[in-house]
């Protein structure tokens, strides 16, 4: 591992922390997410700190930032862009909509009707967008950050298992410290924080560290053992539907990116463990949903470290 290489990543994340406080895990979880070039699905309470977050990402590493606000009367066309006729040339011109950046926040994305989900799902998975059979791609790097409440349902649309399956982490960002807490409460408006945070990267360099995830080594029994993980979840008598192979994949490219974070070119079983949580637990359908999403998450999670202490962990 170069040296080079694990001071960027460590500039990057102290970077981030300026203006979100206390939440340094949280923090490296979106940049190992960044580097595994996987979305992000951040779920908690409003206030907590996600908008300042993705700003914060996209101003660490010199990229643009847009936040789409999803709302039940929302169209796909005002998240991806519309063909409009110039009156001049005669000629369709497309306008791009606001997801066109690196760093995009789709803010309280369960709101919004399943054919806009839809639509967001294909920029995920595709990185690029169709319009009047025409394709456009979107920046390099690109990343969605989408929250939802894990509380307030009502007037929402459940996210189908197919678009919860496109986001490589689940995450969320708890309440802060005490200390932590005051000094947010005399900081006030963040909004002069992130106007003078700096750039430590521009997109070529995340590009470059990107490329680099490819090359850190994962033995096979490690390999093995996450797919032990993949395959448990599969058998487990308290869940419906497993991960699936897309999961695996993503379980094994977050390892990658968290052992680069951490300065390693090998993967450890500590950093499965560690990933196991935000990468498998929003993907299961559990058996015992009784109707209510947050005993649902709960069960979820009660599963993964079920698994997490019934497979042998390699030596």
Same mark, same amino acid.
């Given at each position: 591992m170069r040296t080079l290489t694990v001071n960027r990543v460590t500039e990057l994340v102290d970077n981030i922390e300026k203006v979100i406080f206390g939440k340094r895990d949280v923090v490296k979880l979106c940049v190992t997410g960044l580097l595994a070039r996987g979305h992000i699905l951040i779920e908690d309470? +409003? !206030?907590? !700190?996600?908008?300042?977050?993705?700003? !914060? &990402?996209? %101003?660490?590493i010199s990229c643009t930032f847009n936040r789409i606000q999803f709302t039940s009367d929302m169209l796909p066309a005002d998240i991806l862009g519309v063909s409009i006729l110039n009156q001049k040339s005669s000629q369709f011109e497309f306008r791009t909509g606001p997801i066109f950046a690196h760093v995009v926040l789709a803010d309280e994305v369960n709101r919004t +009707?399943?054919?806009? $989900?839809? @639509?967001?799902?294909?920029?995920m998975s595709e990185s690029q967008v169709s319009i009047d059979g025409k394709t456009h791609p979107l920046p390099n790097p690109f990343i969605v950050l989408a929250t939802q409440n894990p509380i307030e349902y009502e007037g929402t649309y459940t996210l189908p298992e197919s678009q919860l399956d496109r986001f490589m982490l689940r995450l969320t960002m708890g309440y802060p410290g005490v200390a932590d807490e005051l000094h947010i409460m005399r900081r006030r408006d963040p909004k002069v924080a992130l106007e003078q945070l700096q750039p430590v990267l521009d997109a070529g360099e995340v590009l470059e560290l990107q490329s680099q995830v490819a090359d850190i080594i994962v033995d096979d029994s490690v390999a093995r053992y996450m797919?032990? &993980? #993949?395959q448990a979840t599969r058998d487990d008598e308290h869940v419906q539907i497993g991960a699936s192979p897309r999961a695996s994949v993503s379980l094994f490219e977050a390892? $990658? @990116?968290r052992a680069l974070t951490d300065g390693r070119d090998f993967v450890t079983p500590d950093d499965v463990k560690a990933m196991a949580h935000p990468v498998l637990s929003h993907r299961l359908i559990v058996k015992s949903r009784g109707g209510n999403p947050a005993a649902s998450a709960r069960e979820r999670s009660r599963v993964v470290d079920d698994i997490? %202490? %019934? #497979?042998?962990?390699?030596v």
């Open positions: 309470l +409003p !206030g907590m !700190g996600k908008t300042t977050l993705a700003q !914060g &990402l996209a %101003r660490s +009707p399943p054919k806009t $989900q839809s @639509a967001l799902l294909e920029a797919l032990d &993980l #993949i390892c $990658q @990116a997490l %202490r %019934r #497979i042998p962990v390699p």
